[in-house]
């Protein structure tokens, strides 16, 4: 990546001091000091510094007049809120999944958007493994139970979870993080397949240990199923009844990708009504409100979407958008942009409703 936030000697940066009009920038949550450091160096900063969203009409007014803005995974960025702004030039999301941009419609209007891809592979896979290994185990029902001092001392029938080790575990989408879980998985002895739109290369495959099989075999063989498509139309409600009861009553679903991946209503049934063991999740179809009935049952552990939630890989999350933003701010190209296609755009962002 380039220098812009780290070194004060970089050509752009002292170019970009000299300038009488530095761009501005709207942050719309809290993020590390440091990053709000880097974007300062170059932009004059806009934070929002309560840690709650924006509501939609405060992002707009606070984008007026602002050529960049750091967004969170909370903010909503449509077509409507690109067309009341029409100063931005770059959006740049502190996270690798953006369905809340809408990508087309910034292409359209020539506006960069940036993700922050790789960072978070590994810590995902990790909070991905603790689902699992929490979920079979009963982990969080323990733990309760333990602290609710109703425990009376070890008995060889309680809370007897199920074995993870030499069981089959099934990948929902082989992509960056997908193949992170593979290579924990083989660790445990287990036999691992996936399903995705493509297959992988047979290296690929090899490596990791992995098979290929369509989706309808990975639900009705695996002992855990594990979720890492991103959020799409093709991919919302990828879970719901029917593939609910391809699994067996003795597997479990875990969900690190996105909420609307799984109908929710349709898993509080099947686990209410036994046709699955349990589930792990870390994301909700409507964030931050779980379905109804979904609290009150005891084999779903519930993580508050903290996937990514290290110290290391936050800090370079957050980093990472920062220089996304200053790049596409200063003239270059920001690392990790979404839709190149803009900068094959000759005539400046069109600024009225279309
Ligand atoms: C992402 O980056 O998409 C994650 O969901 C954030 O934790």
Same mark, same amino acid.
Request: hydrophobic fraction near 40%; charge should be positive; include cysteine.
């Given at each position: ?24 920038v ?20 806009? &934070? ?6 924006? &509501? ?18 909370t ?33 359209e ?7 922050t891809p ?20 009963g ?13 009376? =001392?070890? =008995?060889?029938m ?14 929902c ?18 036999r691992?397949?996936y ?12 490596d ?5 099989v ?32 391809l699994?067996?009553p ?11 991946v ?16 349990g ?28 996937g ?17 933003c ?29």
């Open positions: 990546m380039s220098g812009s936030c780290r070194s004060r000697a970089d050509p752009a940066a002292c170019k970009q001091r000299s300038r009488p009009l530095r761009p501005k709207l942050i719309t949550r809290k993020i590390f000091e440091e990053s709000i450091a880097c974007v300062a160096r170059h932009c004059d900063v806009d &934070t929002n510094q309560r840690d709650v969203p924006l &509501t939609p009409h405060q992002l707009i007014r606070r984008l007026q007049g602002k050529q960049g803005a750091i967004t969170l995974l903010d909503t960025i449509s077509d409507a809120v690109l067309a009341r702004c029409p100063d931005l030039k770059i959006v740049s999301n502190v996270a690798v999944g953006f369905n809340n941009l809408d990508v087309k419609a910034a292409t209007r020539g506006v960069m958007m940036t993700n790789g960072v978070l592979d590994d810590t995902t896979a990790d909070l991905t493994w603790c689902l699992i290994l929490a979920t079979s185990r982990l969080i029902d323990a733990d309760r139970y333990f602290r609710s001092g109703k425990w009376k =001392g070890w =008995g060889l309680q809370f007897l979870g199920r074995d993870i080790h030499h069981k089959t575990l099934g990948i989408g082989l992509g960056r993080i997908g193949r992170r879980v593979a290579k924990r998985a083989k660790g445990f002895d287990m691992i397949l399903t995705d739109r493509t297959r992988a290369a047979e290296d690929v495959e090899r990791l240990g992995v098979a290929f369509d989706k309808r075999t990975l639900l009705k063989e695996s002992d855990v199923v594990t979720l890492h498509v991103p959020l799409s139309p093709e991919t919302t409600h990828y879970i719901s009844t029917a593939e609910l009861k699994m067996k003795t597997a479990v679903l875990v969900n690190s990708s996105r909420g609307p799984v109908d929710e209503e349709a898993l509080v049934r099947a686990l209410g009504e036994g046709w699955i063991a589930a792990g999740l870390d994301v909700y179809e409507r964030e931050p409100r779980p379905a109804p009935g979904l609290t009150r049952l005891k084999n779903v552990v519930l993580a508050p979407h903290i990514s939630a290290s110290m290391e890989t936050r800090l370079k999350m957050s980093n990472m958008a920062a220089e996304n200053v790049a596409g701010l200063t003239g270059r190209r920001p690392p990790n942009l979404i839709n190149p296609q803009v900068l094959m755009r000759q005539h400046p962002r069109p600024t009225g409703a279309r």
